[in-house]
């Protein structure tokens, strides 16, 4: 089990400017996602410059399947894959950090405990720290991914639902719906 690093989980906006000034030095890791289809855009000046590990994944921020640019197995296979090379500090921005940042640092910290086992931790290790809601469909192929069965997914709705909407994981909970039955490959 490999130490989790801090992560800073930003917008593009800001991880500009880090990666602009003299913020960039205390940074040794970078994971920049962007719009599918805009390969360019959102990727920060100073990316291709950055000295440490970096990734880039283009998904764009929706949580159905079918939608063009959503995220894939693919992506999340990548991101897994990346994860070993993380050294130190991770920076982790999206467009406004509050969507596909958040789960990409929930993948980081899930692999990094292990995968399959990790994921109740990992969402322990997040509740109080993330702003934003992680972004559904990289959720639910991180469960697959993982092989969890949908424990992952489901503990991801618990801790980030079950105050709002009691009723939606009592549903959960009650009907044990078939786990990844959406169509997920």
């Known amino acids: ?10 917008s593009q906006k800001r ?13 040794q890791s970078l994971i920049s996602i ?27 921020d929706v949580s159905f399947l079918g939608i063009p640019g959503a995220c894939a ?9 990346f994860v070993p090379q993380i050294t ?18 929930l993948i980081v910290v899930t692999t990094m405990l292990g ?8 969402l322990e290790y997040f509740h109080k720290r993330l702003r934003g809601m992680p972004n559904v469909l990289m959720m639910v192929y991180a469960d697959h991914v993982f092989g ?16 709002d909407y009691p009723e939606l994981i009592a549903l959960h909970e009650q009907t044990k719906p078939p786990r990844l039955g959406c169509g997920v490959q």
């Open 88 to 105: 130190g500090q991770l920076l982790v921005h999206c467009h406004a950090g509050l969507s596909r940042s958040p789960a990409a640092a």
């Open 148 to 163: 969890c069965g949908g424990d992952l997914y489901f503990a991801f709705l618990k801790s980030f639902y079950d105050k």
């Open 34 to 60: 962007g719009w599918s289809g805009y390969e360019f855009d959102g990727i920060p000046k100073n990316f291709s410059s950055f000295s440490g590990p970096r990734l880039r994944l283009n998904i764009n």
């Open 73 to 81: 197995r693919g992506d999340i296979e990548k991101l897994v894959e």
């Open 115 to 122: 995968g399959r086992g990790g994921e109740q931790k990992a």
């Open 15 to 27: 991880a500009v400017g880090i990666l602009s000034d003299e913020r960039s030095a205390y940074y």
């Open 1 to 10: 089990m490999k130490e989790i690093p801090t992560i800073h989980i930003v």
